[in-house]
Structures are given as structure tokens and as C-alpha cells.
């Protein structure tokens, strides 16, 4: 399973020596490769105004993209991004679509996006798009222009790791969306002469709880097909249930599960680079042998297809063995 190696416990070797099937993947808050021009997917959507969690400035004119000069207009949007980060991403498992955009006004790339669907390809501008700054949580991005599609391109709509073919051609674009960077939340409008593609991303619900007590229920139970449940869709898709089991079961052989509990709260990541995330530190103890092996380690669950799934166990401190009493 996807597994930070260094360090890892007794635990967390042996509950995922049996997930080695799985690749490494990104951690929260991960930052996907560049891909063509420096301009991957983005999306765009008919202006929609978005709740902000704190009054938002007065609405700035419109300035063309590329324009980064030291206004009050760029000040506010580089003070709603708050973090050192140019690019957003924001991806609608419904739809099949996503949206990546730079958005910091001193990016080289600033006002350039990409727009991915499914079955259609990545679309991207030519031109700057144009931003307008309504406040931290609002801003709205148009565009209408040449453009280019990749027809061709591999899509991935869980963390935006897009593969572009190489091969693209022209055509015209028009695009108009409404971003929050800091919660990831959007809607997003593209269209090209014969069609039209939406995006809408509403951030989840900062209740990951039930899902992680899920998890520690399988584990404390030793249950491996109850966690096989609690796995996201990208893993099981790479593992049989019956392989899965039967891996865990082979590693577990001759070891009891004696505790599984959650020793934190859970912190949120939003989903600035297109997916959200969820953590806690958990501790499990083991048993073999009359000796006990004590581990503390992160959990990490993924907002996947519209619910909270297990997606990593990090290395965390871990206990010297002791003797059993």
C-alpha cells in the first residue's frame, strides 16, 4: 500500500505488507507534475457567486490576464492564495472534468489553464485568461479565444496527473469560471464550437470520523475484508478482494491485534490541489510470542467518489517491544 518506507513500524509493516501491490502515490497536498505549455486542466463555469466565509473586498475591475503589477487587485489575490503555490486544481468526479489554472499575478504562467473531460481531451488557452478578485474566497476567470485540445491525453480525475499525448490542434475556446482557491470549491463552463463541458466541485464535510473508526474496527478486529472496504477505488482496482485477504491474512499469521485507536483529532487539507484529504494519528499494539510491539502512526483518508476511504498508513514513532505481563 502506498507507504512512506523509512521508519515504519511493526504495525504498519505488517498491516500493509499485504497491500504491496499498490504504487506510490502523491501525499496530501502533493503538486502534480508541469504538463504541456505549463498550463494543464482547467475548467471553467458561468459566474456563480460563492458563500465566503468572511465579507469579501469590493469587487476590483477587470484586468486583463498577464498583468501583474503592484495593485490593490494583485495584493488581495495574493493574499487569498496564502500559500507559495501558483497553480489550482479542482476536479468533479461527476462530471468527468477538471479544471487547473494559475492564479498567483507574479507566476510566469499566470491567467494560463487547462480544462481536462472525459472522452474530449485537455483544453487549453492560448492567451491569458482574464481574473477578477471579488475577494479571498472568489474569483472569476473568462476567456474566449484560440485554443488548443489534446485529444489523445491520459485523464486522471483523482489527483489530476494527466498525461499529455503531445499531439494537439487548434480551435476556439470560451471559458467562464468561479474559483475559491482556499477551499477548493468551483464552478466551471467550457465551451468549443460543438460542445459544452461543466465543472462543479463543493468541497466535502469535515467528517471523516465514522469512516476512520471503520477502519480501526477492521483492524482491531482483524477483519480484512471490512478494511478491504474502507481501501480507496484506485487501490482495490489494482487488488482482488481475495488476494488482498489473503496477503493480509499470510502477514498476520501467528500476530493478535490487542489495540487500533484514533489518538488525535483529524485535520483537514482542502483541496487547493484538486483532491482533499484527511489525518489522524492512530496507535494499534500488536502481539506474538509474549512480546508486544506498540506503533503511532498517521492515517490518511481521501475524499473518493463521494466518500472518506482509507488511502495511506505513514510511518510514525514507534514503542520499543516489551514483554507481555
Not at 494543464?40 to 473586498?57: D, F, G, I, K, Q
Not at 460542445?195 to 469535515?206: G, Q
Not at 510470542?289 to 473518493?304: F, K, N, P, S, Y
Request: aromatic share 8%; hydrophobic share 45%; net charge negative.
Amino acid at each position: 500500500m502506498r507507504l512512506r518506507q523509512a521508519g515504519v513500524g511493526v504495525l504498519v509493516a505488517l498491516l500493509l505488507a499485504g497491500c504491496a501491490a499498490g504504487g506510490v502515490r502523491p501525499l496530501a497536498g502533493a503538486t502534480p507534475p508541469l504538463q504541456q505549455n505549463e498550463a494543464t486542466h482547467v475548467a471553467a463555469s458561468t459566474p456563480v457567486t460563492l458563500a465566503p466565509r468572511t465579507p469579501p473586498a469590493p469587487a476590483p475591475s477587470a484586468t486583463p490576464a498577464g498583468t501583474a503589477s503592484p495593485t490593490p487587485e494583485s495584493t488581495l489575490l495574493a493574499n487569498a492564495l496564502q500559500v507559495a503555490k501558483s497553480r489550482h486544481s479542482f476536479i468533479d468526479v461527476t462530471h468527468r472534468t477538471q479544471l487547473m489554472i494559475y492564479l498567483d499575478p507574479g507566476a510566469a504562467y499566470f491567467g494560463e489553464f487547462s480544462f481536462a473531460a472525459q472522452g474530449a481531451g485537455i483544453f487549453s488557452n492560448l492567451q491569458p485568461a482574464t481574473i477578477e478578485v471579488g475577494g479571498p474566497h472568489s474569483i472569476a476567470v473568462s476567456y474566449e479565444g484560440a485554443g488548443m485540445v489534446d485529444r489523445d491525453a491520459k485523464l486522471d480525475f483523482v489527483f489530476g496527473l494527466d498525461m499529455p499525448s503531445g499531439v494537439t490542434e487548434t480551435m476556439s475556446l470560451r471559458l467562464a469560471a468561479q474559483l475559491d482557491p482556499l477551499t477548493g470549491a468551483a464552478t466551471a463552463d467550457l465551451w468549443t464550437a460543438a460542445s459544452h463541458y461543466r465543472l462543479v466541485v463543493r468541497p466535502p464535510a469535515h467528517d471523516a470520523n465514522q469512516a476512520l473508526a471503520a477502519v480501526m474496527r477492521a483492524v482491531r478486529s482483524e477483519d480484512w475484508n471490512a478494511l478491504y472496504d474502507q481501501l480507496d477505488s484506485l487501490f482495490r482496482a489494482q487488488i482482488s478482494r481475495t488476494a488482498y485477504v489473503a496477503q493480509m491474512s499470510n502477514a498476520m499469521s501467528g500476530w493478535q491485534v490487542v489495540e487500533a485507536t484514533v489518538v488525535s483529532p483529524i485535520t483537514y487539507t482542502d483541496g487547493q490541489s484538486g483532491f482533499f484529504m484527511a489525518a489522524a494519528q492512530v496507535r494499534a499494539t500488536l502481539s506474538r510470542h509474549g512480546t508486544t510491539h506498540t506503533d503511532v502512526t498517521q492515517a490518511e483518508l481521501l475524499w473518493d467518489n463521494g466518500r472518506w476511504s482509507l488511502f495511506t498508513l505513514g510511518s510514525g514513532p514507534t514503542a520499543t517491544p516489551s514483554p507481555s505481563p
